[in-house]
């Protein structure tokens, strides 16, 4: 067993985060990886968003707000470097799924009303 999946209740939780902020960043049309973009979004700039999307932009908001607080509470429970081996493994399922889908503003009309529910229309 690797040593990430020894700590399968931070990554399921990490990886709820990373899906979830996925799904904002395609409703919101924000390039959450582009510089400075998080801190715009923490600094509560909704410029940053390439569509209106109000509601979908104050939970982005708070979820990037939260994942400091979760990415802490990690690091304590398991220490930094197995954090950073969960992080970086999760980094890149959800590069290679959005690189695979094709993920465009488009897309952003494909995700339901409910987004805390994680439903796709």
């Known amino acids: ?5 020894q700590h399968h209740v931070w990554v399921r939780h990490l990886n709820g985060i990373a899906e979830e902020l996925m799904r904002l960043t395609v409703a919101c049309d924000v390039r959450l990886r582009d510089p400075g973009v998080v801190d715009r979004i923490i600094k ?11 509601i979908g932009f104050r939970k982005l908001r708070r979820l990037v707000i ?3 607080s979760s990415l802490n509470k990690a690091i304590d429970a398991i220490g930094p470097e197995q954090t950073r081996l ?8 959800v590069q290679a ?7 465009t503003a488009a897309e952003s009309g494909k995700i ?3 987004m805390g529910s994680g439903e796709k229309t």
Do not use: Q, W
């Open 1 to 5: 067993m690797s040593e990430p999946e």
């Open 44 to 54: 509560n700039d909704e410029s940053v968003c390439g569509k209106r999307n109000a």
């Open 66 to 68: 939260g994942t400091y």
């Open 86 to 93: 969960i992080a970086d493994a999760i980094v890149e399922k």
């Open 97 to 103: 799924l959005h690189d695979s889908r094709g993920f």
């Open 112 to 114: 339901s009303a409910g």
